[in-house]
């Protein structure tokens, strides 16, 4: 399996982004997709989660009625939305594929891809 993230740039506080992250190599629709990001001198941290089905999406609190995640099983790709951005948003942006049912939280996917930069100015 492989992932590619794009989308990532340099914003305004208060802009959007898109990002995307195309899986190849094996049947995208069987996957439960993740985002995470991880931001200078911390941890990485869970965004959002959305099944296979495209139902149940997850979003970290700090993150809810800002970001949106959503999946295209005809195009391989999940996206991740992001409105409102915020200076604090600033991170290499992760999308993670994983094939199990998993706690909407956990880190523990098996396959991770190679990170998009988001930067958001004040």
């Known amino acids: 399996v492989q992932l590619q993230a794009s989308g990532g740039g340099l914003v305004q506080a208060g802009d959007f982004l898109r990002l995307s992250c195309a899986l190849s190599g094996r049947t995208f629709s069987r996957y439960t997709m993740g985002w995470f990001r991880q931001a200078p001198g911390k941890e990485r941290e869970f965004v959002a989660a959305?099944?296979?089905?495209?139902?149940?999406?997850y979003y970290a609190d700090s993150v809810k009625d800002r970001f949106t995640i959503s999946r295209d099983n005809a195009k391989n790709t999940v996206y991740l939305q992001m409105n409102s951005l915020k200076p604090e948003d600033t991170a290499v942006y992760y999308c993670?594929?994983?094939?199990?049912?998993?706690?909407?939280?956990?880190?523990?996917?098996?396959?991770w891809g190679q990170g998009t930069q988001v930067t958001v100015s004040s």
């Open positions: 959305i099944s296979w089905s495209g139902g149940n999406p």
């Open positions: 993670a594929a994983d094939l199990g049912i998993l706690p909407p939280t956990t880190p523990n996917y098996f396959h």
